[in-house]
């Protein structure tokens, strides 16, 4: 006799002694099963909701970061936020990209995008990210008409996570005027210390590259001398050095690099 | 209904899980800096303790013995992840604060205890009272940590101000202490001091006793 109907079925798999392998079985599956359509549903429901508050967050560091940097202040309030402006430039060429819009690029996105991105050779791939996309974004902020500061978004692998930061750079393409770190998900308590004040104070006034162009700012284990480097944070070694790869790739030639070239030139 | 009362009531203080049993202590350290992430935190693990306990208690006659405790860590799993996922969503300030800690209550035993030593045995019912009150006995011990933490490490209240601070022309100077780990410990340890004096059946009997001169000599 071969009974069919599901409820019957179901009423005989609930009769099954509880040390059953067949029950137990199915248990088990719908156990996860169930769990994980609830878990599925909470996660693509709440997913709006989450990539709003990392944006606003996104802004927030940005806006915190613009009004700590030396001067910006007195800019802002005396002339409005119209002398910030975001702009997309080609990467390779380091030229303004007028074609895109800047309000409509998803950097992000544009990086995942096979069409809007190139792989970066493994051993110019200090940072870990493997693909960088052909356009990225900086933002610019002007002071009576003439350039003031650039702001670059980075990202490099730390110790466990992708580190995003923005570096702002002043007007001469080699000072550091500001770094600061949007999203992370380091160590809490060791790696996630590239977020305190105390550290990220260190960097205002580090120059980037000696006269020859050279990328030099390091992140030293220990005490740092001179200018191109930065004291690393004890117990973090793997992060430290994840924020100075990332700084030497995207200030390098794959980067920002010929940006910062015609910057330093004076042709932006 | 006497009954079903001593389940909510009982963990409050007579069984309370932290301070008699001494589970949950890893939160209880963690989030008491302040009293508003200590209300968040309390608030997210009871939530999570009911629901699991209500799931568990309600198929407790069909969950293999063999495979029970993934089971039920299936389960309590999935809840914390939407509730920490809720948190992200909503209070996303907070989550940062309490980052890692509402993930670790998957690995509170606190839940995973009522799960086993109640819900697993009990109707749902009882379940969700006892769920109910145990997580409102961790919140007790919370709450209580956290607001002497605030009160003295930061002479505040959920934020407001409720003694003048030295740096600000008042004359209250912040227990930097309280804002520290080993603070946490001292007042736990005086909690379950003050609740062992005031009920002494609390107290266990020692598993060793201490020798004497003359047995350590010869023993």
Redesign the interface.
Known sequence: MSDLNPINWWRRLLALPNDNLTKTLVVAFLVAFIASIFVSIAAVTLRPYHLANLEAERQGRLAAMVAALPGMGDILTGAGVDDMEAHIIDLTSGEFATHIDPATFDQREAASDPTQSSPIPSEADVAGIKQRSDFAQVIILRKDGKLHLVVLPVRGIGYQSMLYAYLAIHADGNTIAGLTFYEQGETPGIGTRILEPEWLELWPGKQLVDKNGEVLISVVRGEAVGEFEVDGISGATRTSNGVSNMLHFWLGDYGFGPFLTRLRNGEV | MKQSLNYLTDPLVKANPVALHILGICSALAVTTSLSTALTMAGALTVVLVLSSVTISSIR???????RL??QI??I??LV??MD??L???A?EMSKKL??FVGLIVTNCLVLGRAEAFARQNPVWPSLLDALGNGLGYSLILLIVGAVRELFGAGALLGYQVFPLVENGGWFEPLRLMQLAPSAFFILGLLIWIIRSWRPEQVEEPEFSILSQNDARHP
Not at chain 2, 61 to 67: A, E, G, R, V
């Open positions: 006659n069909h969950i293999p013995t063999s495979i993934i089971v299936t389960i799993a999935s992840i939407v996922m809720l992200r969503a909503f996303f980052s890692i």
